[in-house]
């Protein structure tokens, strides 16, 4: 069962020492984070979501989100198609879900819902 993915919409990168990227990050994108929290850090660059995450594993490398308008339906057909669950679909605030899979390959595909976001 095919997914619809609706473009690009957020890139995490694992972030253990989370004030050094942060102070990296907003030093060469010359702002801030228009959200910040122990949790997650979050700079709206174009119009997309650059992430940092304390919690990513570096092993895995930076994990990018394309926009699904059903998460858990597109997790299924992801598992259906071979791939494995990474992280289970949750809601991470404001209505926003996300989740990822490891594809058969082993990269990790992230999917996203986010009815906050509107594409420029």
């Not at 959200?35 to 570096?58: M, S």
């Amino acid at each position: 069962m095919p997914i619809d993915l609706e473009g690009l919409r957020t890139v995490i990168y694992p972030s253990p020492d989370l004030d050094a990227a942060k102070a990296w990050w907003s030093e060469l994108l010359g702002k801030g984070p228009y959200f910040d929290e122990p949790f997650y850090v979050g700079y709206d660059v174009g119009g997309y979501e650059l992430g940092l995450l304390p919690t990513a594993d570096p092993a895995d490398g930076a994990h990018a989100y394309w926009g699904v308008a059903d998460v858990p339906a597109a997790v299924a057909a992801t598992v259906a198609a071979g791939s494995t669950i990474h992280v289970e679909p949750q809601d991470v605030g404001e209505g926003i879900i996300t989740a990822t899979v490891r594809t058969p390959t082993g990269n990790i595909l992230g999917l996203i819902y986010n009815p906050h976001f509107k594409a420029e």
